[in-house]
């Protein structure tokens, strides 16, 4: 799980609130943060069945810049949950649908 860490149980990007529901309803959930400040090894995402973004719309560069090609081999789906506008994701779509498998 990737998302802008809050510390503070905000509701504005849902940050660490779904690892915490993931992990309550029984899911093994690693909380990676915020890529721009933390850095999960590509080896640890491999051994993933799903990676969930919460607002990528603001670090993805970061996992595209850290992970590059290795991140189009990951064998786990990617779902990202947007915590902008639908109408203002168009910007965003070149990008962000090239890096995830499910918005």
């Known amino acids: 799980m990737f998302?802008?860490?809050?510390?503070v149980g905000s509701a504005w990007c849902c940050a660490e609130?779904?690892?915490?529901?993931?992990?309550?309803?029984g899911y093994e959930v690693l909380d990676l943060g915020n890529p721009l400040l933390t850095a999960a090894p590509l080896a640890e995402l491999q051994r993933a069945d799903a990676i969930v973004m919460g607002a990528p719309e603001w670090f993805l560069?970061?996992?595209a810049d850290r992970y590059g090609r290795?991140?189009?081999a990951l064998r786990a789906v990617r779902i990202a949950w947007y915590a902008t506008k639908q109408s203002s994701l168009r910007r965003f779509d070149g990008i962000h649908q090239a890096r995830t498998d499910s918005h």
């Open 3 to 7: 998302h802008n860490t809050a510390h």
């Open 17 to 25: 609130g779904i690892s915490c529901t993931l992990r309550r309803k």
């Open 70 to 72: 290795g991140w189009h």
């Open 61 to 63: 560069h970061a996992i």
